[in-house]
């Protein structure tokens, strides 16, 4: 597909259980973004992808929360110990990247989790 | 760290009115002010842009204008129609390639 992809669309897990979601970017776009947004939120910012390496992680709440890009195209979110707060939609977005010359981001259609 | 504060949560304009947001930020190194609309449901997607290096910029019935100085920038649609409701977002960034989004405004074109 020719837009940024997220699996799963929808997660029910409970509490203190260990959760992945998967973002597939946009082919060719070496920037990747992993935002968080609750209800009546704007997107909150969990952590940036240069290529493989985290660029910036300063928005990831807690050591709980882990990314991954090991090869600069898919690129993994990792929660383990799911607390309730942690319900919300998760958004990944790619842009095409110059140096630090910032782009559009494309968003996903987002993976809504659910913590029982 | 970094803020965007962005007004009124909530708009409620007359079709064919315009509609003005707000926005202010608190890193004077952003560079680059875009804004994104979603619609309930969906996805947030660019509507426009501004880089520092200009004041103005307009996309026919969408304008953004920025003030450096102040650390303002406002999103104005004219002429609104109803395909115009949707939440918008204000974010700035581009020091770092991070973004920060502001709160959203819901913005309601009555017809």
């Known amino acids: 597909g020719a837009g940024v992809s997220q699996t799963p669309s929808n997660k029910v897990t409970e509490k203190g259980k260990y959760v992945e979601l998967r973002c597939d970017p946009i082919?060719?776009?070496?920037?990747l973004y992993w935002y968080r947004q609750s209800l009546g939120q704007g997107p909150e910012f969990l952590i940036y992808?240069?290529?493989?390496?985290?660029?910036?992680d300063s928005g990831l709440p807690n050591d709980r929360f882990f990314a991954v890009r090991p090869e600069g195209s898919v690129s993994t979110l990792k929660i383990q110990r799911t607390e309730r707060g942690d319900s919300a939609v998760y958004l990944c977005?790619?842009?095409?990247?110059?140096?630090?010359?910032?782009?559009?981001?494309?968003f996903g259609e987002g993976s809504r989790l659910t913590v029982l | 760290g970094e803020n965007v504060e962005q007004h009124p949560s909530t708009l409620s304009v007359q079709e064919g009115d315009s509609a003005v947001i707000k926005c202010t930020y608190s890193d004077s190194a952003s560079n680059y002010f875009p804004w994104y609309k979603q619609e309930l449901g969906k996805r947030p997607q660019l509507i426009i842009d501004i880089r520092s290096n200009v004041g103005e910029k307009k996309d026919q019935r969408i304008a953004v204008t920025l003030n450096k100085t102040a650390k303002h920038f406002s999103l104005h649609i004219t002429e609104t129609q109803p395909e115009d409701s949707a939440v918008y977002f204000c974010a700035g960034g581009g020091a770092t390639n991070k973004l920060i989004f502001g709160t959203g405004t819901l913005l309601a074109v009555q017809p």
């Open positions: 082919s060719g776009h070496t920037a």
């Open positions: 992808f240069q290529g493989t390496g985290a660029a910036d």
């Open positions: 977005a790619s842009s095409l990247v110059s140096g630090w010359d910032t782009g559009e981001l494309f």
